[in-house]
């Protein structure tokens, strides 16, 4: 039974996805942008290659990023405005099977765009004379996936807090400060030895550690893989980060008086 309500959410969410035709302008625009890069040849040298695909990875990071949070930032305020979760709740339906389904069904509407962006990625590559399907390429892929599952947790969270821009906004600043600064955060600490220290060390403990499935430079480079032991902590990491988002979400979905 719950198992056939779960599947029920993400079918509507592949359903969303594709009626708001999101998913087909970035891929559109992907396209436009990614098979002028297919072509070209930079400094008239094959070795100017990397350089077209680290452009290729930060577009593919970028576009899954905007598809995850626009996923997921808008799963209930909707329902609250229209007042469709009345009737949903009032089948037998628990509220932590709602929030269950709602996350697996944006979170797998936006690895499936993922996929996407990384097949048009490897095909990239391989015309351009490089390898088509690397095992460094999957390893990206599922890392990239970890990402995605704690973007979804955080913009699910704030979707029961906050309005939807107002969520937008703050799960946006997050992730971008800690994707380009928290590698940095304990020279910081290190270094500062003001009261700031511990609101640095504060943010580098509570923050989500997104610097963590970031493997586009190994990729762009073509370096050595991480060893898959290393790539499974992460991708506990990301489980960990993401099940205590939901339940602080569910903490907040049970207080709300429907």
């Known amino acids: ?81 229209s007042r469709t979760i009345y009737p949903l709740l009032s089948k037998p339906v628990s509220r932590g099977v709602v929030l269950l389904g709602k996350y697996l069904g944006a979170l797998s509407t936006s690895i499936s765009a993922l996929a996407i962006f990384y097949f048009l990625y490897a095909m990239l590559n391989g015309f351009r004379g490089g390898e088509w399907f690397s095992p460094l390429l999957l390893q990206a892929f599922v ?25 937008i906004t703050l799960t946006s600043t997050i992730v971008v400060v800690m994707f380009l600064l928290g590698r940095r955060l304990p020279h910081y600490i290190a270094a500062d030895e003001t009261p700031v220290r511990w609101i640095i060390a504060a943010a580098h403990a509570i923050g989500p550690h997104v610097e963590f499935f970031d493997l586009r430079q190994r990729l762009v480079h073509s370096w050595e893989m991480i060893s898959w032991p290393v790539c499974a902590l992460a991708l506990i990491y990301a489980a960990s980060y993401s099940v205590t988002c939901l339940w602080l979400a569910w903490l907040a979905l049970r207080r709300k008086q429907l």
């Not at 593919?60 to 305020?77: D, M, T």
Request: proline share 4%; charged share 10%; glycine share 6%.
């Open 1 to 81: 039974m719950i198992r056939q309500q779960l599947c029920a959410f993400i079918k509507l969410s592949f359903l969303d996805l594709y009626r708001r035709k999101d998913l087909f302008v970035l891929l559109v625009l992907s396209c436009v942008l990614l098979t002028p890069l297919a072509l070209l040849r930079p400094f008239g040298q094959m070795g100017g290659n990397r350089y077209m695909n680290e452009i290729a990875m930060l577009m593919i990071w970028v576009f899954s990023f905007i598809i995850a949070l626009g996923a997921s930032s808008r799963l209930f305020p909707p329902e609250f405005e």
């Open 143 to 167: 890392l990239h996936c970890g990402f995605t599952a704690i973007v979804v947790a955080l913009g699910l969270l704030g979707s029961l807090l906050v309005t939807t821009s107002a969520n």
